[in-house]
């Protein structure tokens, strides 16, 4: 069968499981959504994660258990059939167009000519988009076994599910989308998923605002999306990609060196990637959103939904390539994210903020490659990101699943033996986005980094912080590792006696995700490797979407020499950060608290994560009041109060101010004119004394008036 | 026929003889056959009957002959589509006013003969009012009217209230008429002819700043704004509606304004309007007083808490209305004035009837409170008011809304925008003191069971009204012919 | 049946009406069962409309002309192009379904009750068919009265003041529009030397750009306090949090659509120039754009459930304003459907705080919260109402607002920078209402035994869901539907609209060069 | 001339004077009298004014009929302690300026167009008409052809006038 | 001595009407009040009287017997008024009667 015809099928088999989960959940799995609780001291406790013992609750479960991955594998598998067959295509492009979605009017475009403002229902299937369904329905599918046992306990299993197909079906949408407009509505659906998803445990409220505040954040890069999407209809006349980049192509527009309207879009469209890939400023949403369950940490909030972002700049790419400045900021925003993140990542004790962090790094990462022009290099370390990170985040769930839901490192140590599967994929993952050569993370690393220091739109600076990213990212996986699974276990003796390695259902999934986090990388081996074939499959795949980016971003070649130096020194990095790391957590404990102690103030500036959270409470929220206090407490209540992240303090001045406007300025007007006219009443009553001369006085006064009106004229 | 009397002279003169006469016959049955008062109804309405059939062969004759006018008595009196318009008016009140009062008068305890007689009394002075082309025969007319309305005023004459409103009335409207009779005199003095055509030609002679012409505008139209209760003549209005007997204060809002209304006209516009040479001098005036009259009646409205009070100063406020018609002057505005008169008779004397239906024994039934909750007792009644309200303050689909576009329509065409601007506003105001009366018939609750004081002529009436109010409203067209065919000459 | 179709539309509530009269006040459940059937009587007739309509013509349809009051040259003329078509179809819908949903909340002077919203129902759809001024301006007031009753006599503590402010402040709008009414009319008869009220003879005045203004400002005062835009709006707080449910979802989804209407069918056909005219266009989309922030901003503060909804329209009205006067076809475009989306979403949000309001009898949020336990399929309802108002893609307020936005931005980008500023509001406004009702532990005792949505409330839902899904998936066949109309008032303002843009430029100032203008200043 | 001229001055004090006495009177009778001396002297400039019939209805309707009935009334409102109530209204001032303002004004107009208020007959050099036919002939000649409606119509006033005082006055009809 | 102009008898009217009016406006005995309306159309007769000689026009004294009968009518009646007034209220003082106001 025609896979290449179909794909507008690959979505909907996910919306149909979500479908089914919608109306007949409650019917498979008849436990109530979630127990009422009035007392909210409950609601700490009840987590949501499943208490020991795990035995599938009922055929309807079974039932739901069985469809949601169902369906995903099926669209797993349509992916790959469409992507062999497309692979066999030369122009290795498919459009298929369903019908006219948005079909607007026509209007002017910004040169004058009319144009229509339409956005088809249509799929665009190329090397690019291959990837990403791959990747989606792929490591999607593995989270869903995952969480079937995962969730197993838990209320709301087939609400679950159903927001999880729904994602994987926005997502798909988003990644498979033939124009601008559609591709964003599977943007705001994934946000719209990743708001369900991380209130899942909607009576907790921290997850509800959590929930709140990413969708909110995610709103203000939207809103600069919107903005760029508009723009690009004034400018081309269209959304569609290839229409655009045929216009491109066709030499209509030049690079701009100053801002330019291109430069305007290109930078529209990636604030609002930064609101979604979580870049610096906008990435306080994606620590947050780890109040959600951790398969959806994995899924969305390490391997899909936040590399939209990248995925959308790779898709403007020839875009970009016009822009050179704003590849520049793109670049910069990219490296600070990276190193920012990192930092902050070297002393959190919470196992999923680290990796919460790390991804927001190992973004970073993606950016400063689309920013200096590699856009293939960035999809590469996206592909081989959404592996380990996966893994990561699956493993520490597994951790916290065997540690009965504690997720704090200082009461764990010496899982190794304890869990060693876990042990030994998260081994496998660490080492992968450590940069160990062999592993995925390597090569994908490797290769930004010798484009940043080569490639026309790099530096040496953004290099260098490159670079010491490396460096911290494996001091911290490290950390990290040391301080569950080695050294001796300060596990709470009542946690210690149910800890247990988690079912198959978990396992496995870990297993292939570590798997494909050792071999995906060997798509992309360094060109000095001098490997062929499969070896550079994955650039010479993508070759053909990043065409025009190519002939501009083909550098005169450097001498091997250096680039082999560099590797050596990143590898050197990284072995020297997990050797320091292992004789900082392991070989002799004592001596991070000492180096705490000694830089207490750099020590805090990092645990309370640059202060960003706090600076925004100050700038936005209502700092000037209360600065002080638990910081992620004060902010969430802020914002709270406030009513939205952001212009919480400003939004509250003004709504008062708006308020009192309305009842004192237009209805006090409104209030005004009527008290007066009642208030003249009553004048005009009491004229009318009842005393008949005053009457008759009145009608002389007329009189008066009447002949003095004679004697004014 | 002798040349005293000549056959015209009778033809137009029937309905004016028929009303006298009739008013005799009342005085006379019910003196030699008293309490006989069901006979008094009958011979009231017989009375008007023959007084319309009289109008019907005068509007027959000339509409059948072509004449604008025919005119009778060397002149003193002239049949015009004007005058037989305003005459219709006159009867239909009287005829609402008869077939409310029976009922209203048993419940009042004051049930005499001399009431019907001062009814077509009345008639007979605003025929004159209406057809008069003399000063004296004007002046005389507005005296026979104003006196029968002295009169039945104080009729209640236990009731202090009544007294006290008779007494005042009489007062001022012997002051008013002085004045207007003085401006006659200077008017007299111009044109050494009493007839308003003489006159015309008089002021016409001298130029318009002229102080004699002057001296008789200021005086004269002291009496005339008096009858129409403008601002500042205003004040005895109130007090004569709320203490006058209700029926009586119908009567007196609807056809005592019209009629004075009519006058007016004949003195400052319609041919031969003597005044109407002379309209730069009394427009600016008139512009003032209106806007007066609008001001003052709406908003002393705005606080009354007695329905016959209220509607008193919302009639004050009507009577700006008509003015602006008249300032306007042009044909809109005068064929808005007779638009807004007719719909006003409807209109009015349907809120009154209303008010009327509620005094029964022991209940005055003129206190907002008095219509708490009629939504329920009687949600007829409650209907057919909020109907009239509507149609009071303008709200289309309603008669009001039709008087209310002629006038804004003229004012609009002769460029008075700010005048139209202020009397759209004011249409404002007097939404909300109207929907006080709505809210408590509405919204509020009940206070008192006793069963509404009914009777078959006040239903009739009322019902009557009520249609006409719609009607007029959703298909205005033949009521707007007769008011074109009336008045164009 | 063609020719006559729409008087059917027009007077099938009033005939229900006259039927309901007869039924006996005690016979409560026959009355309702008859305003129901009515009503939905209503709706069904009105289906003709949508399918024996063409859309390839431009002009009107279903044209209905009779002489109606000669003597003023008032005719019966009525007539539906797209635009009509679609706010028709909206008020039968809407106000079937409000009648539905007050089965159980009116308990009162059912018969009074449900006469007014028949008398309503034809008021409004009075007001979309009428190509007459004159009767147009009689159906637009005769909609004050019932809605005055149905604020003043069911409404909440403060109906009074509510219900009599409503009405003071349309009626002194609707007033001076008269007067602008007037100043065509007789325009007309001077330079025609007859008297008309038909909008197509109008159409032919040539008025100096002085009267135009004047008349426009006229008219503007009428519709602005209708919609209601920015100074004008503070009645519809107060309406909307005393009016009973059902009222409510009609004056929010029906009501506020014809001062939109008016703007659309009157002032920019009748005034082209004044409405091309850069002061003008610049104030009303300030006061749009002011009134979609403000609109926003003060519903994050509002305790009260329904208050912050009433606030809310006044956002989304601030949409369809400013896609008004962008002055071209997806402005316009949009501007409809999204009055249209308006009247759903909002019909929806009010529904749902009718349910939950039937149950509890309050609407403070803070009364609330966690609800999702207890009403799940509430819940979920309230979610999708919530989502399509936010203007989620895949659901109906995003075509709108995403259409309006093009618009904007087609005209002026920095005013669309605002308006989308104004999109970000939304979501945080309605997701924190939403949090605050449904999230979280069920923090009241009393919401502890709520019961879920019934058959009947889910019916009401039901249909309005439907509708936004499919608006948001496949809004097609309504582009179709108002392209013609929106083509020719486009053509009417700016005549050279669609030859392009370089005499578009020279004629309005509205279109920034290309380069000159960068929209993040 | 002259006779005329002084007898008209005696008759404008006399009335004048008298209707100043008449509202400045304490006593209603007394008012009552000097209001009879007050038209006394505008009988008598009806007379100046060869309008010998209108001198006689004067004496003989006003003086004869109106202050009879105003005297009737005094005594029957025995108005003793009202002539021992204050007289005069609070409002005397403000009322005694805006007359006087008027007074003012008219004097104004009449300074101010004096010319327009000399009146002269239609037909100059009008023959004596007191030596033709008496006053009352042509009185009686205009006022039964001409006004002989008006006529009509005060008969009913006075009916009505007689109806409306016995309706009022009567205790109970 | 100049001779007698219809402009003397106009002031003459002229003050007398005034007188008429104020006694309208001060006094509070009703009785007087009607007395003092009957000065203001005595006023108006001197006026009609002295145009209808300075004109030579007769109808100026018709008017006047007009005026005369109107005054005896609205006498009566107010008279008559006055006693029903009287009889509830034992008072003909005008500023007494005021029930009805505001």
């Not at chain 1, 600070?336 to 680290?354: E, G």
């Not at chain 2, 006379?28 to 059939?53: E, M």
């Not at chain 3, 309802?381 to 108002?389: K, T």
């Not at chain 3, 931005?409 to 924190?432: K, P, S």
Request: net charge neutral; charged share 10%.
């Amino acid at each position: 069968m025609n896979f290449l015809d179909l794909i507008w099928l690959i979505p909907l088999f996910p919306l149909a499981g979500a479908a089914a989960m919608l109306f007949l959940g409650r019917k498979l799995d008849p436990q109530p959504p979630s127990e009422v609780m009035l007392a909210p001291d409950l609601a700490a406790e009840h987590g949501g994660h499943p208490h020991g013992g795990h035995h599938h609750g009922g055929a309807g479960k079974f039932i739901v258990s069985l469809l949601c991955p169902g369906t995903v594998l099926l669209s797993l598998i349509f992916s790959i059939g469409a992507a062999w067959q497309l692979s066999q295509l030369p122009d290795r492009v498919h459009q298929v167009v369903k019908f006219t979605w948005l079909a607007g009017l026509p209007f002017q475009t910004a040169s004058g000519e009319m144009a229509r403002f339409t956005a088809d229902w249509g799929f665009l299937l190329d090397p690019l988009s291959a990837v990403m369904i791959l990747v989606v329905t792929g490591v999607g599918f593995l989270i869903h076994v995952y969480s079937i046992g995962y969730m197993a306990h838990d209320n709301g299993y087939y609400r679950f599910f159903g927001y999880l197909n729904l994602f994987v079906f926005f997502m798909l949408t988003l990644v498979l989308a033939n124009n601008y407009p559609l591709l964003f509505v599977g943007w705001e659906g994934v946000g719209l998923c990743s708001y369900l998803l991380i209130g899942f445990y909607f009576h907790k409220k921290s997850a509800a605002d959590a929930g709140k505040k990413a969708f909110i954040v995610n709103r203000v890069g939207d809103s600069a999306f919107i903005l760029g999407m508009l723009l690009t209809f004034a400018v081309f006349g269209t959304g569609r990609f290839l229409d655009i980049n045929a216009a491109i192509g066709a030499g209509q527009f030049h690079a701009e060196q100053g801002f330019g309207i291109l430069t305007a879009i290109a930078i529209l469209f990636f604030i609002g990637a930064t609101g979604k890939s979580a870049q610096f400023p906008l990435y306080t949403w994606l620590p947050d959103a780890m109040e959600g369950p951790t398969p959806v940490s994995a899924l969305i909030h390490a391997a899909t939904m936040v590399t939209a972002g990248v995925y959308m700049v790779a898709r403007s790419a020839p875009l970009f390539q016009l822009t050179p400045n704003a590849g520049m900021i793109v670049a910069t925003v990219g490296a600070f994210t990276a190193i920012l993140a990192a930092s902050i990542a070297l002393v959190q004790y919470d196992i999923k903020r680290v990796l919460a962090y790390s991804t927001v790094s190992q973004l970073g990462y993606m950016f400063l490659a689309l920013g200096v022009g590699a856009y293939w290099v960035a999809v590469f370390h996206l592909f081989t990101h959404a592996f380990f990170k996966a893994l990561l985040f699956l493993g520490s769930g597994s951790v916290i699943h065997a540690m009965s839901g504690e997720q704090d490192m200082r009461r764990m140590g010496g899982l190794k033996d304890k869990i060693p599967v876990t042990h030994w994929t998260m081994w496998v993952g660490s080492v992968a986005i450590a940069g160990i050569p062999g592993f995925a993370g390597f090569f994908s690393k490797d290769e930004i980094l010798w484009q940043t220091w080569s490639a026309p739109g790099g530096s040496t600076l953004l290099w260098g912080v490159g670079i010491a990213t490396a460096a911290m990212t494996a001091f911290y996986m490290w950390r990290l590792m040391n301080m569950t699974f080695y050294g001796r276990s300060r596990v709470a003796p009542e946690a210690e006696a149910h800890i247990h390695e988690s079912p198959r259902t978990m396992t496995v999934p870990l297993v292939a995700l570590a798997a494909g986090s050792v071999l995906v990388g060997w798509l992309g081996t360094p060109k000095v490797w001098n490997l062929t074939g499969i070896f550079h499959g994955f650039e010479n795949w993508l070759a053909p979407v990043f065409a025009a980016a190519h002939e501009s971003g083909e550098h005169a070649h450097h001498d091997a020499s250096i680039e082999w130096l560099l590797m050596g020194l990143s590898v050197g990095l990284a072995v020297a950060g997990i050797a320091l790391a292992r004789w900082f957590y392991h070989v002799n404990p004592s001596i991070p608290d000492a180096l705490e102690a000694r830089f207490k103030p750099f020590h805090t500036v990092l645990s309370r994560k640059w202060y960003v959270d706090e600076i925004y409470d100050f700038l936005f929220v209502n700092g000037l009041s209360k600065g002080g206090g638990s910081a992620m407490a004060s902010f969430d209540q802020r914002i709270v109060d406030g009513g939205v992240n952001g212009a919480g303090w400003l939004t509250r001045f003004s709504s008062r101010l708006s308020i009192w406007w309305d009842t004192w300025i237009i209805d006090g007007a409104v209030r005004f004119t009527a008290f007066t006219v009642k208030l003249l009443s009553y004048p005009m009553c009491l004229l009318q004394t009842g005393r008949v001369q005053t009457y008759a006085l009145f009608m002389v006064a007329g009189i008066l008036v009447f002949f003095g009106y004679y004697m004014a004229r | 026929m002798s040349e005293f009397y000549t056959s015209t002279d009778h033809f137009v003169l029937i309905p004016a003889i028929m009303l006298a006469l009739f008013g005799c016959a009342t005085l006379l049955f019910d003196f030699l056959v008293p309490h006989q008062r069901r006979f008094l109804l009958v011979i009231a309405l017989a009375g008007l009957a023959f007084t319309g059939y009289g109008l019907w062969q005068q509007q027959a004759y000339l509409s059948s002959t072509g004449f604008a006018e025919l005119s009778a008595f060397n002149g003193v009196v002239t049949i015009d589509g004007f005058a037989l318009f305003f005459n219709w008016m006159f009867l239909l009140a009287a005829l609402i006013m008869v077939l409310v009062s029976y009922k209203y008068l048993e419940v009042e305890g004051e049930h005499h003969g001399e009431y019907y007689a001062l009814v077509l009394f009345a008639q007979c002075g605003m025929f004159f009012l209406a057809a008069g082309t003399d000063l004296v025969t004007l002046f005389v007319g507005l005296e026979l009217m104003a006196l029968c309305f002295y009169i039945m005023v104080g009729f209640l004459r236990g009731e202090k209230r009544s007294n006290e409103a008779a007494m005042k009335y009489l007062l001022l409207g012997a002051f008013s008429s002085g004045f207007l009779v003085y401006g006659f005199s200077v008017l007299y003095g111009m044109a050494a002819s009493t007839k308003l055509t003489d006159v015309a030609a008089a002021v016409a002679a001298r130029q318009a700043w002229d102080p004699m012409v002057f001296l008789a505008v200021a005086t004269t139209s002291v009496g005339l704004l008096f009858k129409i209760s403008a601002v500042p003549f205003h004040m005895w209005a109130p007090d004569a509606y709320e203490g006058a007997p209700t029926s009586v204060t119908a009567y007196l809002s609807v056809a005592s304004k019209a009629a004075s209304l009519a006058f007016l006209m004949r003195i400052f516009w319609v041919y031969p309007g003597p005044l109407a040479a002379a309209r730069e001098v009394w427009e600016p005036l008139l512009i003032v007083v209106a806007i007066a009259t609008l001001t003052v009646g709406n908003f002393a409205a705005i606080n009354q808490t007695n329905v016959k009070r209220l509607l008193a100063y919302s009639s004050i406020s009507h009577a700006g209305y008509m003015l602006l018609g008249l300032i306007a002057g042009n044909d809109t505005g005068i064929k808005g004035v007779a638009v807004y008169v007719l719909v006003y008779t409807f209109m009015n004397m349907g809120a009154f009837m209303v008010v009327i239906a509620l005094r029964r024994k022991e209940i005055i039934g003129e206190d907002l409170d008095d219509f708490a909750g009629l939504a329920h007792r009687s949600p007829v009644y409650a209907g057919l008011m909020l109907l009239f309200l509507l149609s009071l303050a303008g709200i289309p689909p309603t008669a009001g809304f039709i008087g209310k576009y002629y006038i804004f329509l003229a004012l609009m065409e002769t460029g008075h925008y700010a005048l139209a601007v202020l009397a759209v506003l004011f249409a404002g105001v007097a939404l909300y003191y109207y929907f006080k009366i709505v809210r408590s018939m509405f919204v509020r609750e009940a206070v008192e069971k006793t069963p509404l004081a009914s009777s078959f002529g006040l239903r009739l009436a009322l019902g009557a009204s009520g249609l006409l109010t719609l009607v007029i409203g959703i298909y205005p067209e033949p009521f707007l012919r007769l008011a074109q065919t009336s008045l164009m000459r | 049946m063609d020719q006559h179709l729409l008087s059917i539309v027009l007077f099938t509530p009033l005939v229900g009406l006259a039927v309901l009269l007869l039924i006996p006040s005690r016979a409560v459940t026959a009355i309702k069962v008859w305003a129901n059937v009515a009503a939905f009587i209503g709706f069904l007739v009105s289906l003709p409309l949508v399918t024996r309509f063409d859309r390839t013509a431009g002009g009107f349809q279903f044209v209905e002309r009779a002489d109606w009051i000669p003597a003023l040259g008032v005719k019966y003329f009525l007539g539906i192009d797209g635009i009509s078509l679609l706010l028709i179809m909206l008020t039968t819908v809407v106000g079937f379904l409000a009648i539905l949903s007050s089965w159980n909340a009116i308990t009162e002077r059912v018969k009074q009750y449900y006469a007014m919203f028949l008398l309503l129902q034809t008021g409004m759809l009075g007001v979309f068919m009428a190509l007459d001024f004159f009767l147009f301006y009689v159906a637009w007031e005769v909609v004050l009265v019932p809605m005055y009753f149905i604020i003043g006599v069911w409404g909440g503590p403060r109906k009074l003041y509510a219900a009599i402010k409503f009405f003071l402040y349309t009626l002194a709008g609707s007033v001076l529009m008269l007067l602008g009414i007037l100043t065509l009319y007789f325009q007309h008869y001077q330079q025609f030397g007859f008297f008309t009220f038909e909008i197509s003879e109008l159409m032919k005045l040539s008025l100096p750009l002085g009267i135009q203004q004047w008349v426009f400002w006229a008219f503007f005062l009428g519709f602005a306090i209708k919609v209601p835009m920015f100074p004008f709006h503070t009645w519809l707080p107060d309406a909307h949090v005393e009016a009973p449910t059902a009222g409510s979802v009609v004056l929010a989804s029906v009501l506020l659509k014809m001062g939109t209407y008016g703007f659309i069918r009157f002032s920019l056909p009748l005034l082209p120039e004044a409405s091309i005219h850069q002061t003008i266009v610049r104030v009303l989309i300030v006061l749009s754009l002011i009134g979609i922030l403000y609109g926003a901003l003060v519903s994050l503060m509002q305790k009260d459930w329904k208050k912050l909804v009433a606030y809310s329209s006044v956002s989304h009205l601030g949409f369809c304003t400013l896609g008004i006067f962008a002055l071209n076809p997806n402005g316009l475009a949009g501007s409809v459907l999204q009055q249209v989306n308006h009247g759903i979403s909002t019909g929806m949000l009010f529904l749902v705080i009718g349910v939950i309001y039937e149950r509890r009898h309050t609407r403070e949020i803070s009364e609330y919260g966690g609800l999702a336990h207890v009403m799940p399929v509430f819940a979920t309802v309230f979610a999708i109402a919530m989502l399509s108002s936010a203007g989620l893609p895949l659901l109906n307020g995003f075509i709108g607002e995403f259409t309006i936005l093009q618009g904007a931005f087609e005209a002026n980008r920095v005013w669309a920078a605002f308006a989308v500023l104004g999109i970000i509001f939304g979501a945080a406004y309605l997701l924190w209402l939403y949090q605050r009702t449904m999230l979280g532990q069920v923090t009241n005792a009393k919401n502890l035994g709520l019961p879920d949505l019934s058959l009947r409330e889910l019916a009401v839902f039901v249909p309005l869901i439907a509708w936004a899904f499919w608006i948001g998936v496949y809004p097609k066949p309504y582009f179709d539907i108002l392209e013609k109309p929106v083509q020719q008032i486009v053509e009417r303002v700016r005549p050279d609209y669609y030859q392009g843009k370089a005499p578009a430029v020279a004629r309005s100032p509205l279109l920034p060069a290309a380069a000159s203008v960068s929209n993040h200043e | 001339m002259l006779t005329d001229t002084l007898l008209f001055y005696t008759f404008a004090v006399m009335v004048l004077s008298g209707g100043i006495l008449t509202i400045t009177r304490r006593n209603a009778v007394h008012s009552a009298i000097s209001l009879i001396v007050s038209l006394l002297g505008v009988a008598g400039l009806y007379l100046l004014q060869r309008a010998e019939f209108l001198f006689v209805v004067q004496i003989i309707l006003y003086v004869g009929g109106i202050m009879l009935l105003f005297l009737f009334v005094i005594m029957l409102v025995n108005l003793d302690e009202a002539a021992r109530e204050r007289q005069f209204h609070g409002q005397w001032a403000l009322a005694l300026a805006c007359v006087a303002g008027v007074a003012l004004q008219i004097g104004y107009v009449v300074w101010r167009g004096a010319g327009s208020f000399q009146i002269a007959a239609a037909t100059p050099a009008a023959p004596d008409p007191a030596a033709a036919t008496g006053n009352t002939e042509r009185l009686a000649d205009v006022l039964f052809s001409e006004y002989l409606l008006p006529f009509e119509l005060a008969s009913v006033l006075l009916l009505v006038a007689v109806v409306g005082s016995v309706v009022m006055a009567k205790r109970r009809l | 001595m100049h001779p007698i102009t219809p402009l003397h008898y106009l002031l003459l009217s002229a003050a007398l009407l005034l007188i008429g009016t104020l006694g309208v406006l001060i006094r509070r005995n009703i009785v007087v009040v009607l007395m003092s309306i009957e000065l203001i159309l005595n006023a108006v007769n001197i006026n009609l009287i002295a145009f209808s000689n300075s004109l030579g026009n007769i109808n100026g004294q018709v008017f006047a017997i007009f005026v005369i009968a109107v005054a005896v009518a609205e006498a009566a009646v107010g008279l008559g008024i006055l006693l029903a007034l009287f009889r509830n209220r034992a008072t003909v003082l005008a500023d007494e009667i005021d029930l009805l106001k505001w």
